[in-house]
């Protein structure tokens, strides 16, 4: 069965550093997520990705994230400077049709 | 925004008991998924149903659209099921709103 696949599993970054967590959606899937999940809280929407743009994002999704689809297969959202509230479990989720949602597994961020 | 509220926020059981999770939200919805977050943190799609009833081996949901909520049913259950079970739904645009969950404990 295809699946959405999340690197790394875990990454660990000093504040203020960028990182870029990566997401291989479904392959025939047009509509890309990005949600976050801060430890023991529920999971949040960031933004979604369609026809090479962002049609919506919430307000946590400021200037400090942007999102990415570099090439047909991989999906990213950097965060330019971290900070440590930025510490937080962050799911990819693709779906074809506009509205069943599948999710990686996720990608544990630590900013230390 | 539309809001989702989920009961009883935790619940602990036997295993071999059964079990009824409750998803409650206030406007009208296009989506509405069952998930079920294991103890490393992975979502794990159940359910796809925003309306209807729907059944997968021990587990089985019903969305009773016209009247705002949803049921998630666990029979014979295991320690396996132990976890956070999240409803979500997409109310307009894309996006879900998550509800805060229910934290499920089965004890052998």
């Known amino acids: 069965e295809p699946e959405v696949t999340q690197t790394p599993s875990h990454q660990v970054t000093q504040m203020g550093q960028e990182v870029i967590l990566r997401c291989v959606p479904i392959?025939?899937?047009?509509?890309f997520y990005w949600y976050r999940q801060i430890l023991g809280q529920k999971v949040e929407f960031l933004v979604s990705?369609?026809?090479?743009?962002?049609?919506?994002k919430s307000e946590i999704f400021d200037d400090q994230f942007s999102v990415e689809r570099p090439d047909g297969s991989n999906f990213t959202l950097k965060i330019r400077s971290t900070k440590l509230e930025d510490s937080a479990m962050y799911f990819c989720?693709?779906?074809?049709?506009?509205?069943?949602?599948?999710f990686g597994p996720g990608t544990r961020l630590t900013v230390t | 925004g539309i809001q989702v509220e989920q009961s009883p926020p935790d619940l602990i059981l036997q295993e071999g008991a059964n079990s009824t999770l409750r998803c409650n939200f206030s406007?009208?919805?296009?989506?509405l998924q069952w998930f079920h977050q294991n103890p490393w943190g992975q979502l794990i799609n159940l359910f796809y149903?925003?309306?209807g009833t729907k059944q997968n081996g021990r587990l089985s949901a019903t969305t009773v659209a016209t009247e705002r909520y949803s049921l998630l049913y666990i029979s014979s259950s295991q320690t396996t099921d132990s976890g956070v079970y999240f409803c979500?739904?997409?109310?307009?645009?894309?996006?879900?709103?998550f509800g805060p969950g229910t934290r499920l404990s089965v004890l052998p």
């Open positions: 989720a693709s779906s074809g049709t506009f509205y069943e949602q599948y």
């Open positions: 392959s025939n899937h047009l509509y």
């Open positions: 990705f369609y026809n090479n743009e962002i049609s919506e």
């Open positions: 406007d009208s919805v296009n989506n």
């Open positions: 149903i925003p309306s």
């Open positions: 979500a739904v997409v109310n307009y645009g894309q996006n879900f709103v």
